[in-house]
T-cell receptor, first 113, second 113 residues
Framework: KAGVTQTPRYLIKTRGQQVTLSCSPI?????VSWYQQTPGQGLQFLFE???????NKGNFPGRFSGRQFSNSRSEMNVSTLELGDSALYLC????????????FGQGTRLTVV | GDSVTQMEGPVTLSEEAFLTINCTYT??????LFWYVQYPGEGLQLLLK?????DKGSNKGFEATYRKETTSFHLEKGSVQVSDSAVYFC????????????FGKGTLLTVNP
């Protein structure tokens, strides 16, 4: 079956702009999580959605937001971009629950100039 | 809060050498433990997991045992190959309705022929 699909793969934006990233989970997976990966901070949890509801949120400013649609597809939005937002943004889908495996997409590489 | 500490890299080995990457954790509840691998330009792939104490996860010659008494989940492989060169992440998740992975900083492994 198809894996987790993230679009676009690469983005270049200017400081102050906003950006929307998209994630299509594996069919049947209702939990979608987002992570930011940077060389300095490593992998940090942004938020998790299940059945269109945000269930868990990491320690990021309000400029980072997300949503999930009825078909489980998810988007994340970053407003008023800063240079420090340059990162690889990874989406993961899972069946959730204890010990559940998270399946990751290839990520969206965002560069803010 | 929950945290994962893994040995800093980079680790450089010759082909057929023995590999150990140390991982210890701190968790508020009873975690499930994972090792993920990231190849250059790719997202994360689950390598192995263990969901309770004394469980041994194994895959592709890699092994790790869930040690509750030492809060550890060290990754081992008896004979590494050049194709094992990648970044390895130790992670945990706490069971419940919310799904969130907490990752270590990652260890870069380079295997030379």
């Amino acid at each position: 079956k198809a894996g987790v699909t993230q679009t676009p793969r690469y983005l270049i934006k200017t400081r102050g702009q906003q950006v929307t990233l998209s994630c299509s989970p594996i069919s049947g997976h209702r939990s979608v999580s987002w992570y930011q990966q940077t060389p300095g901070q490593g992998l940090q949890f942004l938020f998790e959605y299940f059945s269109e509801t945000q269930r868990n949120k990491g320690n990021f400013p309000g400029r980072f937001s997300g949503r999930q649609f009825s078909n489980s597809r998810s988007e994340m939005n970053v407003s008023t971009l800063e240079l420090g937002d340059s990162a690889l943004y990874l989406c993961a889908s899972s069946l959730a629950g204890p010990g559940a495996e998270a399946f990751f997409g290839q990520g969206t590489r965002l560069t803010v100039v | 809060g929950d945290s994962v500490t893994q040995m800093e890299g980079p680790v450089t080995l010759s082909e057929e050498a023995f590999l150990t990457i140390n991982c210890t954790y701190t968790a508020t509840g009873y975690p499930s433990l994972f090792w993920y691998v990231q190849y250059p330009g790719e997202g994360l792939q689950l390598l192995l997991k263990a969901t309770k104490a004394d469980d041994k996860g194994s895959n592709k010659g890699f092994e790790a045992t869930y040690r509750k008494e030492t809060t550890s989940f060290h990754l081992e492989k008896g004979s590494v190959q050049v194709s094992d060169s990648a970044v390895y992440f130790c992670a945990l998740s706490i069971g419940g309705s919310n799904y969130k992975l907490t990752f270590g900083k990652g260890t870069l492994l380079t295997v030379n022929p």
